[in-house]
T-cell receptor
Framework: AQSVTQPDIHITVSEGASLELRCNYSYGATPYLFWYVQSPGQGLQLLLKYFSGDTLVQGIKGFEAEFKRSQSSFNLRKPSVHWSDAAEYFCAVGDTNFGNEKLTFGTGTRLTIIP | DGGITQSPKYLFRKEGQNVTLSCEQNLNHDAMYWYRQDPGQGLRLIYYSQIVNDFQKGDIAEGYSVSREKKESFPLTVTSAQKNPTAFYLC??????????FGDGTRLSIL
């Protein structure tokens, strides 16, 4: 069965500093990979996705992520965070046999931005 | 604008009562999903439907029921058999090859 691990429950970063959120997955083949962001009391918004091709993917709001097959990782990065980036971030893996119909989510990383 | 509408935003349930959460989409998506979110546990799949009049259980279907009579609608009923229903419920939809798109959620609490 597929699984996702986000090892950092909570991260605090200064505004303007760089950010890296970790995501490790377990899946037998090349998976579909996603990063979503959630503001308090809201739904999830897609930041970026990896289906195939270039392993460095660009997303919205200046985020990027790199798929590393050898490390089973899909870490999310941003070179300079803004106060509005404070939110909860979820990594998810999709079963390629089902397209994206069956997603498994990590437990999330809460990001706090300090001035 | 197209999107997913979940209602109500807040819902309260008495012990032993069934409640129904609404999810409507105007994105013309074929597939729809219900997730439960608890603090520190991420999202867990309750039910999903790939076409009208068909749906499958997810990882935590016990105590829940769904219907899919129309492409646009996928209501979730939380039955009295669900012993711990307090949670944030998220509905999503997708079409083949595209990422899931989420609604803004319904927060269910027990009185």
């Amino acid at each position: 069965a597929q699984s996702v691990t986000q090892p950092d429950i909570h991260i605090t970063v200064s505004e303007g500093a760089s950010l890296e959120l970790r995501c490790n997955y377990s899946y037998g083949a090349t998976p579909y990979l996603f990063w979503y962001v959630q503001s308090p009391g809201q739904g999830l918004q897609l930041l970026l996705k990896y289906f195939s091709g270039d392993t460095l993917v660009q997303g919205i709001k200046g985020f990027e992520a790199e798929f590393k097959r050898s490390q089973s990782s899909f870490n999310l990065r941003k070179p300079s965070v803004h106060w509005s980036d404070a939110a909860e971030y979820f990594c998810a893996v999709g079963d390629t046999n089902f397209g994206n119909e069956k997603l498994t989510f990590g437990t999330g990383t809460r990001l706090t931005i300090i001035p | 604008d197209g999107g997913i509408t979940q209602s109500p935003k807040y819902l309260f349930r008495k012990e032993g009562q069934n409640v129904t959460l609404s999810c409507e989409q105007n994105l013309n998506h074929d597939a729809m999903y219900w997730y439960r979110q608890d603090p520190g546990q991420g999202l867990r799949l309750i039910y999903y439907s790939q076409i009208v009049n068909d749906f499958q259980k997810g990882d935590i279907a016990e105590g829940y029921s769904v219907s899919r009579e129309k492409k646009e609608s996928f209501p979730l009923t939380v039955t009295s058999a669900q012993k711990n229903p307090t949670a944030f419920y998220l509905c999503a939809s997708s079409t083949r090859g595209r990422p899931q798109h989420f609604g803004d959620g319904t927060r269910l609490s027990i009185l």
